[in-house]
């Protein structure tokens, strides 16, 4: 039995995603995978008697899987564990993870589920993002927009396996479905919400920029700036926004009153003094040092 597990173990690394297998039945192991490969993504149907499975970090180094991986139950319910915690999946409760995060399964009732992998350029070019941060369990029925894709990606992926099909009509109909799947719910989260809180927490550092700011919160460059955009701000702009409250801040401070203007750039984010006496000229109307005697004396 041991023999038969790791050659699971070796076809499902191949075929989809490694994972580590323990068998709730060690004597038993009925285990089935179909899989269409797509130019841009891959559909997966699996079916297999009880056990766990595990993803740790050496699996993922071994056999990495780059961007989105949706778990789809069509019966049973199982277990996904994660570092945020535990949550139960089944029909009308889907899962959506990076592939390249660490995470274990309690497939106690056996597993007949629909799996698809959305590489990371495809999940890019789809939504604007690179990854999601954390695992989301999607409660279909909950939204009837979801729910009626949900049930038309089964439908699909039905076919497709049905008809061994490899034309691109229903991949691209699928991955209208995961878009709008990813849409309604990682991209619902307020990512420029997330952005201004990471603003806020790294404007200080002289780096900080768009490219480095979408990648703490989990997002491509383009996306952010689009999100910025839509506000009528740039993400250069908010950075720099930011730096001069903190200069202000400082600037207003009795106790800070006898720092030098090198050190105030300094402590607010900016490469050079003469950077921040430019920017905060532009901004306050008048030289940083002037402005501390106006604010000092307001405050006194």
């Not at 979801?146 to 991955?175: H, K, P």
Request: charged letters at 20%; a neutral charge.
């Amino acid at each position: 039995m041991g023999q038969k597990v790791e050659a699971w173990e070796r076809h499902h690394a191949t075929s989809l995603i490694g994972l580590r297998t323990q068998l709730h039945d060690p004597g038993r192991l009925r285990a089935e995978t179909a899989t269409l490969e797509w130019p841009q993504l891959r559909l997966a149907k699996v079916l297999a008697s009880p056990h766990t499975v595990r993803r740790e970090a050496e699996d993922i180094a071994a056999h990495p899987v780059s961007g989105l991986v949706a778990y789809v139950p069509l019966d049973g319910h199982s277990t996904f564990s994660h570092h945020s915690g535990n949550v139960d999946i089944g029909p009308g409760r889907l899962m959506l993870c990076d592939g390249d995060s660490r995470f274990s399964r309690d497939l106690s009732q056996g597993v007949n589920e629909l799996v698809i992998h959305v590489p990371r350029d495809t999940l890019n070019g789809l939504t604007g993002l690179r990854s999601i941060r954390y695992a989301v369990a999607v409660d279909l029925e909950l939204s009837p927009t979801l729910s009626s894709a949900a049930r038309e990606f089964v439908a699909l992926a039905d076919s497709a396996f049905g008809w061994g099909c490899t034309g691109s009509t229903s991949e691209n109909r699928i991955l209208d479905l995961v878009t709008s799947l990813v849409a309604d719910t990682v991209k619902g989260r307020d990512h420029l919400h997330e952005a201004m809180n990471a603003i806020a927490d790294g404007h200080r550092e002289p780096d900080l920029s768009a490219g480095v700011l979408a990648g703490r919160i989990g997002v491509s460059e383009r996306h952010l700036s689009r999100l910025f955009a839509e506000v009528g701000h740039s993400v250069p702009q908010a950075v720099l926004a930011a730096r001069l409250e903190s200069a202000q801040s400082l600037l207003s401070d009795p106790e800070s009153a006898c720092i030098g203007m090198a050190e105030v750039a300094f402590r607010s984010g900016f490469r050079s003094q003469a950077q921040f006496s430019r920017s905060y000229r532009s901004r306050f109307g008048m030289a940083p040092l002037r402005h501390r005697r106006v604010l000092l004396s307001v405050t006194a």
